[in-house]
């Protein structure tokens, strides 16, 4: 099911030509109303007749963080307040928070894309949407609200906390989806059955989970336990909040609504655009917004993108869930290797916990990386030569992923430090004389 | 049941792995039959033939070793020439591999026994003493002298 069919599916030569004039306006407004970007492209000596099509993208300066912060609150606003008629707001684990402020056509435009999300994943005009994400200046709640009207269906505006109350809500309204984080919809499982309840008791038919990372387990894992099934979305307050990506029935990636928010991948380190399927850096530009369009803005996430049709029908690109972050970034022989990289091979070994160590040394003039894995606690390890065989396929997974080699050393159980907040995963000794 | 349990704990390959094991052992009062030390450059296997495998094993996993209980069968061998190759010919005959091997003397010194990690040692045990070989049970491991 599509909520619009023609944006969904067109072809790539008509995609390429819509994103080609929606950047050059885009180019254009932001210079002549945003004095930060025409500060920008005169430094950079690029002016907006320049850019001709989608392919001059890559001649147009970056955006990131530190130049929202430095611009705090309202520096990107690219109309004037009076046309501004909503402001959202990051949560901002550091400093500033980031400010986004949306035009009329903007919350429309925040309709259409989580419209299509839900629509993805079945929604109709006859659901029932029970909506767990906060409301407020977190983009979640209203995000997710706004696209449940704009398909028609019923909202229920729960909001978060009180579990026993919003199972009671689930159950007595009737609602037949759920927008909330997926540790949420974990949750409200766990309750479920302590309250002597199962999937049997509510009619949920499906959920959209985002706003934190989860893993393909946890999907299996709410998706028995609620009775549903379940779809990741992905966003970003900078952009515009939930809805920049959404997953169809296929499960092979996430679409990019790349009509309004157009994906590039980068080398964090060089800044060079990278061909489909090699991980990097996330950028997006988001060329339809009015009330605050960002140019090739850096989201500092991993992943991969592919511009292939799915299975879906869909031509819109795919990204891969997002696999880490830049700043966890290590470069080894000059490639780049994410922590997290080694952490979803690991994910794939049943003989393997998730822990797992990375030291890189210099031997001579050469890097080395060496990774320790700790054996799954009760893994049956009494034979060496399957604990051979197992280090091997753990090396050759690695370096399948990785692109460069590694060594593994298979570690006992809790050799690997646990941390309680970020775990730390790397010991670069490189640079210790 | 012909088989007894093996403790085998998992250690890093370094100096004073190997210690810290043992001493647990002896602080807990286990006495230690029998052990071999399977190991390459990155870690070893301590493997073990006591006389209470439950108490190690809790002992072990209290101190959170990375322990592994496994069956394996203990066969007597008699004081004489070729007794060893005897039970290897048994083995070849009915063609069971056999993926290590150690042996041990009990006590008294009146018998040798040799451990053997096979694959179903419930079919091999009984395929031994079809053959006139006595393989030790948990129990009988208990009061061995
Ligand atoms: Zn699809």
Redesign the pocket.
Known sequence: MYWNQKCETMSREEMRALQSARLMDCVKRVYENVPVYKKKFDAAGIQPGDIKSIDDITKLPFTDKYELAENYPYGFFAVPMRDIVRIQASSGTTGKQKVLGYTKHDLELWGEVMARTLTAGGATSEDIVHVSYGYGLFTGGLGAHTGAETIGATVVPVSTGNTKRQIQILHDFGCTAICCTPSYALYIAETLAKMGMGPDDISLKYGFFGAEPWTENMRQEIERSLGIRAYDIFGLTEMIGPGVAFE?D?H?GL?VNEDHFIPEIIDPDTCEPLPDGTPGELVFSSVTKEGMPLLRYRTRDICTITHEP???G?TLARMSKPAGRTDDMLIVRGVNVFPSQIEAVLLDIDETSPYYMIYVDRVGVLDTMDIEVELRDGYPFDQVRRLQELSKRIKSAVESSLGIAANIRLVPVGTIQRSEGKAKHVVDRRNLK | MNYVNQISVFVENKTGSLAQVTELLAEAGVDLRAFSIADTSEFGILRMIVDRPEIAEEVLKTAKATVVKTPVLAVRLEDKPGAMNHVMKVLAANSISVEYAYAFVSRDREFAYVVLRVDEPGSVAEVLMENGLQVLGNEELEKLQ
């Open positions: 169809c296929a092979g679409h799915c299975a879906c869909r």
